[in-house]
């Protein structure tokens, strides 16, 4: 059998760049904490300091996953993506099958079951609003205000992203990373997702059933 090519690429979404990100990336953010992600990494990884990706292909948290072929053709969408049960009893989502349905995809392709069909996947991608538009081009100005050292200034638009985009968490997790939260924005993200009740702030990835053994 022809040994297909596959790569994992992690990309790291922060206004900051490799000064806020690179940390987290090689593994000094971990040091003295008892975790294997202290470890550099084996794959490639890219920061998107303008969140090219978010707006792209409309993300709203992180982690999310997204399954590109060979011939540069997307196979699932984004959905997100837990590599480990690490926070299972705060998403009550087991990665075991979505890591199963990853390594079949690696191992057999367009014939894997877990590749969406084509009608089904444009039924399934999240089209932008015209708001979702407009959240995006606050957000890319609070970006430009950010990184000419204007901070103050893009808090306005930072604000106007949110409300015009509330559900995405990108846009909030990154805005309140870059001021006093709770001074410029009256909240935090722990109180955001204390607000939710347990509600998911993102659907389980959709799977076929799975197999009994």
Same mark, same amino acid.
């Given at each position: 059998?022809?040994?297909?090519?596959?790569?994992?690429?992690?990309?790291?979404?922060?206004?900051?760049?490799?000064?806020?990100?690179?940390?987290?990336?090689?593994?000094?953010?971990?040091?003295?904490?008892?975790?294997? /992600?202290?470890? $550099?990494?084996?794959?490639?990884?890219?920061?998107?300091?303008?969140?090219?990706?978010?707006?792209?292909?409309?993300?709203?948290?992180?982690?999310?996953?997204?399954?590109?072929?060979?011939?540069?053709?997307?196979?699932?969408?984004?959905?997100?993506?837990?590599?480990?049960?690490?926070?299972?009893?705060?998403?009550?989502?087991?990665?075991?099958?979505?890591?199963?349905?990853?390594?079949?995809?690696?191992?057999?392709?367009?014939?894997?079951?877990?590749?969406?069909?084509?009608?089904?996947?444009?039924?399934?991608?999240? $089209?932008?609003? $015209?708001?979702?538009?407009?959240?995006?081009?606050?957000?890319?100005?609070?970006?430009?205000?950010?990184?000419?050292?204007?901070?103050?200034?893009?808090?306005?638009?930072?604000?106007?992203?949110?409300?015009?985009?509330?559900?995405?968490?990108?846009?909030?997790?990154?805005?309140?990373?870059? /001021?006093?939260?709770?001074?410029?924005?009256?909240?935090?993200?722990?109180?955001?997702?204390?607000?939710?009740?347990?509600?998911?702030?993102?659907?389980?990835?959709?799977?076929?059933?799975?197999?009994?053994?």
């Amino acid at each position: 059998m022809k040994e297909k090519n596959f790569e994992i690429i992690s990309i790291a979404q922060d206004t900051g760049g490799v000064k806020d990100a690179g940390p987290w990336i090689t593994g000094e953010a971990y040091k003295g904490k008892e975790t294997a /992600a202290k470890m $550099p990494p084996t794959y490639t990884a890219l920061i998107d300091s303008e969140h090219l990706v978010t707006k792209l292909y409309n993300l709203v948290n992180v982690p999310t996953g997204i399954w590109i072929n060979e011939k540069g053709k997307l196979v699932r969408p984004p959905e997100v993506a837990f590599i480990d049960d690490k926070f299972k009893e705060f998403t009550h989502l087991d990665t075991s099958q979505y890591l199963s349905g990853l390594r079949d995809w690696i191992a057999n392709g367009d014939k894997s079951e877990y590749v969406v069909p084509e009608k089904q996947l444009k039924a399934r991608m999240t $089209p932008a609003t $015209p708001e979702h538009q407009l959240a995006a081009a606050e957000f890319s100005m609070a970006e430009y205000l950010v990184h000419i050292g204007s901070n103050d200034d893009a808090i306005p638009h930072f604000k106007q992203a949110q409300k015009l985009h509330p559900e995405n968490w990108n846009y909030k997790r990154q805005a309140y990373l870059l /001021a006093d939260s709770k001074k410029n924005y009256g909240t935090t993200f722990q109180d955001e997702v204390k607000a939710l009740n347990g509600k998911p702030y993102y659907p389980p990835p959709d799977l076929p059933p799975k197999k009994k053994d």
